[in-house]
Structure formats: C-alpha cells, structure tokens
C-alpha cells in the first residue's frame, strides 16, 4: 500500500483539511522557514547573534523534515505524534529566544507556528483514532 492510500484509509477528524492542502500549505511555509531561519543562521555565523542561538533552529529544522519519512514512510502515527511534538517544542523556544534579537523572525514564522500547533493537534487526533 502506497503512502497516499495508506493516509487516505486512516481514520481523521471530521475538520482534518482535504489531503491537498498540505502541499501549497507547506510550500508556502518553507519559503518562509528558508528566509528567515537563514537570516538566522548567517547572523549567528557572522558574529551578529550568539552561535547558541541556532540550536532550537537546527533542531527545529531536523524534526520538521523528519515528520514525513516517519508519518508516510515507516507509516508510524505514534512516532509521528511525537516528532510534531518535537517541532512545536523547538519552534516555539527558537521563536521565544530570537525575539529580543530579530524580533521579526518571531513575527514572520507566526503561521507556521500555527500551522504546526493545529497539525500537532491533528496528529494527535490521527494517532488516538487510529490505536487499536
């Protein structure tokens, strides 16, 4: 069974968005986790924010690519349940710590912040309709 109609098949919450959705959703997303979260990056390299500072980001970034292999891959709900876990954490500790910084990067990644919370709570919905 492919990852599409593995996906399909599983039980969902009646307010689950249609699986298309996702696609222009997350496109629109990481052009904007790719501008700021590399402004980021190129300050802290540059000597303009303490190094430190990309530690929530990397690992923001590393549980974020890594949801997809997890969900439609290894097709494991709970893992995934907890990776979405992962990168609501860190995003929201690299937001709440560039503020003082570049307050802008906290304002600019607002909607994948949101984004991320509802696919958190959608997740979580998937994986307990799902146990069993």
């Known amino acids: 069974m492919d990852s599409s109609s593995w996906y399909a098949q599983l039980k969902k919450p009646s307010w689950a968005p249609p699986a298309w959705l996702f696609g222009p959703v997350w496109s629109i997303l990481y052009m904007i986790i790719f501008v700021s979260f590399g402004m980021v990056f190129y300050n802290a390299f540059t000597g303009h924010l303490p190094l430190i500072l990309i ?3 990397t690992l923001n970034l590393v549980f974020n690519f890594l949801f997809t292999p997890i969900q439609f891959g290894m097709k494991n ?5 907890v990776d979405i876990l992962l990168v609501l954490g860190t995003l929201s500790w690299a937001l709440v710590i560039i503020y003082p910084y570049l307050p802008w990067i906290t304002f600019v990644n607002l909607p994948y912040l949101l984004w991320v919370l509802f696919a958190s709570v959608l997740q979580l919905n998937i994986t307990v309709m799902n146990t069993g």
């Open 77 to 81: 709900n709970f893992l995934a349940s």
């Open 55 to 57: 530690i929530p980001f």
